[in-house]
């Protein structure tokens, strides 16, 4: 139940951003109360929309003043409760904050607000033939604020990086109120600490941005895509290292169990035909400007594709084969979620050792008594596995069974020098993980930095940290 709020502070929250953008009605605040992970739900008390930076700071300012924790919530798309309020308290959602607010042509840059769907500023800077590179799944709906929240990837991070690689400052406002500029409109910058590269991928645990200034690529003219289909899976996965020795990158490089296409496809009332005994799918983006040189790459690639037995490879020709295997791999993650109680681990490792993930996720669900249906980044040997409740009891569900079998995935991640999130982050429901992967002194070095921009714990509680 929410608690009630000083009059006073709800006042003042009105004369700051105006009574329409103050939501202290139930129906709208349960808007507000989950994300898209898991079934979570965490009524905030109030929820706020500001409209500029200044309205942000002195919203900060009035928590800090009044103690009320303060969440930061863009789109709700994400995957570990990072925006869930977990103490109830204040939701500040950056919808209103959706301007594109300069794209410089000549300086291959762009200037927005966080609250600016992905894909709105992706095609804004297509139309004037330049890319920006990160395509979360989600990019339909996430907010440019949210992927810097969570340094988020995609399916082109294989040769084109993460959202990390393309933010050259930001507008922040600290957890006390104050308004900084992390970083320069350059592309190169050694002026002490990164300040910009500490605020990405902290999960508005440190700060609020405000403003983005990202770079940009020219857009390629041309892509070529492929299917491949294997029985082995040991095979697909043992080819994705192959792929790079040719020497080529390719500009997505995922993979898809049989099951994951199959739900995709059902849910999503497509036909996908699947050849007989084919276990396991990677679908193979090359993108460039000359296309004679974009065959030779997929030439190269079909050769390593063959010594590592694959069983069939088809050659997407038209836009609308492109269209639609791509619809099927963006909509897995939701469809399989749709589909069953589950729990997703976002596993990581270096691209040579998906053969020994892969195989040692399926060995540790056979010995827990859990299904699992992975697809993913093969080519960031960034692996999505989707923990199928089916069978077990809630008793083990909940409780430390299953939780030994995922720290059990998590320990092979980190036997192969991999980590527990390559993009979904730690947020709310992965924080008890964080001691597979780092001892008490790295964890204590985070929280003493969240201490230092945040002295009262105010902002985003409860999360990252066990
Ligand atoms: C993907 O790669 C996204 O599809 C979303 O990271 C994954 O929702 C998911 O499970
Ligand atoms: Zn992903």
Not at 64 to 72: A, H, K, N, V, W
Not at 106 to 111: C, I, L, S, V
């Amino acid at each position: 139940m929410a608690k009630p709020l000083k009059a006073e502070f709800l006042d003042r929250l009105i004369l700051i951003v105006g009574k329409d953008f103050v939501i202290s009605d139930s129906d709208a605040r349960k808007l507000y109360a989950s994300d898209s992970t898991e079934d979570f739900v965490f009524m905030p008390d109030v929820v706020v929309k500001p409209d500029t930076v200044e309205e942000v700071s002195d919203i900060m300012k009035l928590c800090y003043e009044f103690d009320i924790p303060l969440t930061p919530r863009g789109a709700g798309t994400g995957l570990s409760g990072a925006c869930l309020p977990v103490s109830g308290g204040l939701i500040l959602s950056t919808e209103r904050l959706n301007r594109i607010l300069a794209i410089d042509e000549k300086n291959f840059q762009a200037t927005v607000e966080p609250g600016v769907i992905n894909e709105v500023f992706r095609n804004a800077v297509e139309a004037v033939g330049l890319l920006y590179p990160p395509d979360p799944a989600s990019k339909g709906s996430c907010f440019l604020g949210g992927n810097i929240a969570h340094n988020s990837g995609g399916p082109k991070a294989v040769k084109y990086g993460v959202t990390r690689d393309y933010v050259l400052n930001l507008e922040v406002v600290l957890p006390t109120g104050e308004i900084i500029w992390t970083g320069a409109d350059t592309l190169k910058n050694s002026t002490g600490y990164s300040l910009t590269h500490l605020m990405i991928g902290s999960e508005g645990t440190l700060g609020i941005v405000t403003k983005i200034v990202f770079r940009l690529l020219t857009k390629p003219t041309h892509d070529l895509l492929m299917l491949a289909s294997f029985a082995n899976a040991g095979n697909a996965c043992a080819a994705v290292a192959e792929i790079f020795r040719t020497g080529v990158t390719p500009s997505a490089l995922e993979l898809m169990e049989r099951k994951a296409v199959e739900l995709s496809a059902f849910y999503l009332n497509e036909t996908f035909d699947h050849k007989e005994g084919m276990e396991i799918y990677l679908l193979i983006e090359v993108d460039g400007f000359d296309p004679d040189l974009l065959m030779k790459d997929c030439e190269k690639i079909s050769e390593a594709l063959e010594r590592f037995g694959v069983d069939d490879l088809l050659f997407m020709e038209t836009f609308d084969q492109k269209e639609k295997i791509w619809k099927i791999r963006r909509a897995i993650g939701e469809k399989v979620k749709a589909h069953s109680i589950y729990k997703e681990e976002d596993t990581v490792v270096s691209r040579a050792y998906l053969p020994e993930l892969l195989a040692g996720v399926k060995e540790i669900g056979s010995r827990y008594g859990f299904e699992s249906i992975c697809y993913g980044h093969a080519g960031d040997g960034n692996l999505h596995v989707n923990i199928i409740k089916g069978e077990m009891s809630d008793e083990n569900w909940k409780g430390k069974h299953l939780e030994e079998g995922i720290r059990e995935i998590f320990r092979l991640c980190k036997k192969l020098g991999g980590t527990i999130s390559g993009e979904h982050g730690i947020g709310l429901v992965q924080k008890k993980y964080m001691n597979e992967v780092f001892e008490p002194m790295q964890i204590d070095l985070m929280r003493k930095i969240k201490a230092v921009f945040d002295p009262k714990g105010l902002l985003n509680p409860g999360k990252i940290f066990p």
